[in-house]
DNA sequence: AGTGCTTGCTTTAACGTTTAAGTAGTTAGA
DNA sequence: TCTAACTACTTAAACGTTAAAGCAAGCACT
């Protein structure tokens, strides 16, 4: 068995709080003692028991992040970040994937809940999460992250740090239609998600203040999965009509389509103009120079974090943060 | 507050003992009043306080992953086996990060344990790692991932999945030998640790086989870090008498090497030959295209958990894993 | 000398759950 | 009719820790 606090004090003749006092640095004890039973724990290899230490002080430093997918690299991103400033604040994270599963998603919320995590990143809500009302009306601490509910009734009552994917999906549109695209297809992200919809929504103002007909055809709801984008692609390039352009909701879809247009033996982009989102670090490689539109993605992670923990901290109470994150065309050559 | 278990009891007239056999389905309470508890278990919202039952139980149904670099791909597909297998089996993943530092490993290994994790899963242990000998020595549950510590006093006695680097490393310098090559540079993995270690051994048996002359200036240890290959290559390249093959013990450093020769307007394969290790998933890419060596990654991840999660659950007590997982060449066209 | 304050502890109870032991009340068997 | 066994619970203690309250000894001040 473990030592626990109990040894220590059996070991040291001193009560168990005497230990609990000496350990944690709080005044109560004489330094003599102080230092006694630190050797002590020190000989004993003490480790303290968290477990315990949450139980009672409804505390556990720990927070849950949900991602609908790690093996996507924009999710790594995001990832990276949160770990990172969740360890510089000492906090531990629980790891969840809902593997784009609303279900799943509270599931894994009531068990973080459960498991006494002190705050929660989403990263995974979808128009009209019921998770996110929940939430909020159990005031309990969470920040959203890269995606909204986009629900009217809950909004201004919770912290976000999203992008800004009206402008992004805009300036996908502008860029190709000054390349002199107007044949230009969406491969969008998941319809159902705020990314998604706004994005969408960008585009279409892009498109109608330039004057551009919007094909329904051309737009195809991919769910931010590669093999779907290659397929609607391939389906798209055998039409008699076929696209110039294609603007991919983000660069792992861009991939899955510059996987089609090069097995049709077009390149790119003399022949078929190709652009993604998130600039994921495989997009700036030689020779795969897709053009995209950047976002800092682990900045997100780490924000939001920082606003997560701020909030568990208590340091910002009844604040609310509402961050939009600039977006950036980014072309390679 | 949130209900707990005597707030239920109160409410149905019976005591905090009988809600808990209500609640978990063991027998001991009459059908009415279990149906009746989980009644009102439903009505208050109750849910679990897993930090309890983890305090009295010596369970806490999850497991703790160290890695050195979730932004690593190899990193990812890992950590996406583990979490896979974990949560298929019901347990939590705790995911720790070390940059690469041994003294956080430590750090990390403790923290995991003080907050009851069932068990660990270690990818990120070094040649001589001290943390595997104490958690052999504890009994503790947990396997190795990927690399091992080559310390003979501690051999024999923990389970690992791992894959046979030695067979990768001679795989890889006989496909270049057999294209031609007898100027191979290698941009090794991490010397200090096994998978980099035995991918040498193993290039090191091969060039003897062969009868290549090992040139130690040729031979470079980037630590699995993208930025020191391609700092490598461009230095290597510059060569007089410049190879005219690398072999990388990652597909990460490949690309950072193939950054380097691309950039030096030399063409692979055609004028250098390019090897990587691992087989992520950029690596198929068209226009990548990069040779490489596959292992499963994300296997070795579901292997892994699944042996400890048996060891945790004490169906193979006292049986020790050891696998070694076979690679193979993929040659892309 | 008596009062009050400080120091350095100890004792008790609590966090939410489970486990073990106990106890009424009912049923069954001889 | 008595005992044994079962059913459906309850009570008490425990898991490892901390917070709150208590207390004895020593000291300072009046």
């Not at 996110?132 to 509910?149: A, G, M, Y």
């Not at 682990?298 to 939009?324: A, C, N, P, Y």
């Amino acid at each position: 068995m473990a030592p626990t606090i109990k040894d220590i004090a059996r070991i040291a003749k001193v009560s168990p709080t005497a230990v609990s006092i000496a350990l944690n640095g709080r005044p109560g004890v004489s330094e003599k003692t102080r230092e006694q039973i630190r050797r002590i724990a020190e000989d004993v290899g003490y480790r303290p028991n968290y477990v315990a230490k949450t139980l009672i002080s409804r505390r556990s430093q720990s927070i849950g992040l949900i991602v609908s997918n790690i093996a996507d690299l924009f999710y790594t991103e995001l990832a990276r970040g949160v770990e990172k400033r969740a360890n510089e604040k000492g906090y531990t994270l629980l790891l969840c994937n809902t593997n784009r599963s609303l279900e799943s998603e509270k599931r894994f919320i009531d068990m973080l809940r459960g498991r006494g995590v002190d705050g929660i990143i989403l990263a995974t809500v979808e128009k009209g999460d019921p998770c996110v009302r929940s939430l909020v009306e159990e005031h309990f601490p969470f920040v959203l992250i890269n995606r909204l509910p986009m629900d009217p009734s809950v909004t201004n009552r919770f912290d976000y740090v999203v992008q800004d994917n009206f402008s992004g999906g805009y300036l996908g549109i502008e860029h190709l239609y000054r390349l002199g695209h107007d044949q230009i297809a969406v491969v969008a992200g998941d319809l159902k998600t705020s990314t998604g919809i706004r994005k969408m929504e960008g585009v279409k103002k892009a498109m109608s203040d330039f004057d551009l007909k919007i094909d329904r055809r051309l737009v195809v709801d991919c769910r931010y999965m590669r093999n779907k984008a290659y397929d609607a692609a391939m389906q798209l390039l055998s039409m008699k009509n076929r696209p110039t352009a294609f603007f991919c909701h983000d660069d792992n879809m861009a991939l899955g389509v510059r996987e089609a247009i090069l097995q049709d033996e077009l390149k790119i982009p003399e022949d078929i103009a190709l652009m993604g989102f998130d600039n994921i670090d495989t997009a700036s490689l030689t020779k795969i120079d897709l053009t995209t539109i950047t976002n800092n993605t682990s900045e997100m992670g780490e924000l939001g974090t920082g606003i997560l923990i701020d909030k568990i901290e208590g340091t910002t109470h009844d604040m609310v943060s509402k961050i939009v994150l600039e977006v950036k065309l980014v072309i390679l050559y």
